[in-house]
């Protein structure tokens, strides 16, 4: 039996269910998700020599990163090859290609600074989403940025979050996409603050001096990423859950953006996206995978990440989510690391497309709750692999792991190649 037949037999078991598995795959090819370089450099950058900071912490030291923007750019392009569906790509500020000899702080950044990166996106059919970085700089005062108590340092960082939604603008125009703009900081203190209050205030207060810098708000999605604790800044969080959803809800255009890092372990995203979706025209995501804290393992195809694509999937609101990948890990091949995750996550909207939700809603509305139970455990069993094979032989990317062999080569041939 070749792949063919496989599949046709499992379109029919599909079928069985009420489901057009060809339909699923047709769907999933114009779901775009969001590619985050950083995970090619460990966030380092190409803006600064010190250190990760912000709370947030990179664990590893496999060879081969990319170094440069070239590097980068080479390395995105072979995990590109091996990722069915489409990406847009994320960028963070501390991303800028300067030209030789030239160099604009945070404060100072301009879209000539991305256009390298604009050509890159073109090229490959790409939008283009975009992140302020307010970490790994020497501005970060006390680790404060937004809410710092000098007014210094506050005014250096709202100019950067300006710098950066004109960035953003320029983004949307350029490739025809919206620019989704995400705030987060790692503002926050490791003991116990004297006040709560203030740094919140600072806080809201900056993001509205941010946000008053004039653009289209088709254009430009700004988010705010909420955070419970960072590496170091343990026992308070300036941009916590209430007060990033709080300033999303109450400034209109303004999203809000969940990190499934970013709350107490047994706390579930997947339950939080339909819980939003009630009240926002539109939601961001991070999506990462976190052992036992904010850790940005890559992204596996396991139950919560099920669950997540479910809840987008099944509410209908595969327009109203905007779903990027967040996880950086140094311990293995990086390229890799984007591929496995990219990847689950494609296997996860899949799913999700291929679960029969209308007649599972159904089950629950007349409480067949034994039946629902019954259902959603058989349907695991179902030959899902064919659909993904299928899907990725429809994109034109390696179905199953025959693209390692591929990854190998290259490692090989390029990284292995690289200096520290
Ligand atoms: C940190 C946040 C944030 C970063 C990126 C690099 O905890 O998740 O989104 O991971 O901006
Ligand atoms: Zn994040």
Redesign the pocket.
């Known amino acids: 039996m070749d792949y063919k037949d496989r599949y046709k037999l499992a379109k029919e078991a599909y079928a069985s269910l009420g489901i057009n598995t060809d339909e699923a795959i047709e769907k999933m090819k114009v779901i775009p998700v969001s590619l985050?370089c950083?995970q090619g450099d460990d966030?380092t950058g190409f803006d600064h020599d010190g250190p990760l900071t912000?709370?947030?912490q990179t664990t590893g030291n496999y060879p081969g990163k990319a170094r440069t923007p070239e590097e980068l750019m080479q390395d995105m392009d072979q995990a590109l090859r091996l990722m069915p569906g489409k990406k847009k790509l994320n960028l963070?500020a501390s991303y800028a290609i300067f030209e030789q000899g030239e160099f604009a702080d945070r404060d100072q950044l301009e879209p000539k600074h991305f256009a390298k990166w604009v050509s890159f996106a073109k090229e490959r059919d790409m939008g283009i989403d975009f992140?302020p970085t307010f970490f790994s700089h020497d501005r970060v005062k006390d680790g404060l940025t937004l809410s710092s108590p000098d007014e210094e340092t506050r005014k250096f960082w709202i100019a950067h979050g300006r710098a950066c939604i004109r960035i953003s603008e320029y983004f949307a125009k350029e490739t025809g996409i919206p620019c989704v703009m995400?705030i987060?900081t790692?503002d926050g203190y490791k003991d116990i603050p004297a006040d709560r209050l203030g740094p919140r205030m600072r806080y809201k207060d900056s993001i509205e001096q941010i946000l008053a810098e004039p653009f289209d708000k088709k254009l430009v999605k700004p988010c705010v990423?909420s955070?419970v604790f960072?590496i170091g800044v343990e026992s308070y969080t300036a941009g916590s859950a209430e007060f990033t959803l709080s300033f999303a809800a109450s400034h209109k255009g303004c999203l809000p953006l969940m990190?499934n890092?970013?709350y107490h372990p047994t706390e579930m995203v997947s339950d939080k996206i339909p819980a939003l979706l009630c009240f926002y025209p539109e939601i961001a995501l991070?999506i990462?995978r976190p052992v036992r804290w904010?850790s940005?393992h890559v992204v596996l195809y396991d139950d919560e990440t099920r669950e997540m694509a479910k809840e987008i999937v099944r509410n209908d609101a595969l327009g109203r989510v905007h779903m990027a990948l967040?996880y950086f890990d140094a311990g293995i091949n990086r390229v890799c690391a984007w591929v496995v995750g990219f990847r689950s996550w494609q296997k996860a909207l899949l799913n999700a497309l291929c679960t029969p939700n209308a007649m599972l809603k159904e089950l629950q509305d007349t409480n067949q709750m034994t039946k629902l139970m019954m259902v959603q455990e058989e349907i695991k069993t179902y030959p899902f692999g064919e659909v993904w094979a299928e899907y990725c032989r429809q994109c034109n990317v390696p179905a199953g792991m025959e693209w390692f062999d591929e990854m190998t080569k290259y490692e090989e041939e390029i990284l292995s190649k690289r200096g520290k």
Do not use: A, M, Q, S
């Open positions: 985050h950083w966030v912000g709370g947030i963070h992140n995400n987060w790692g990423e955070k960072g990190d890092g970013h991070h990462t904010d940005d967040d």
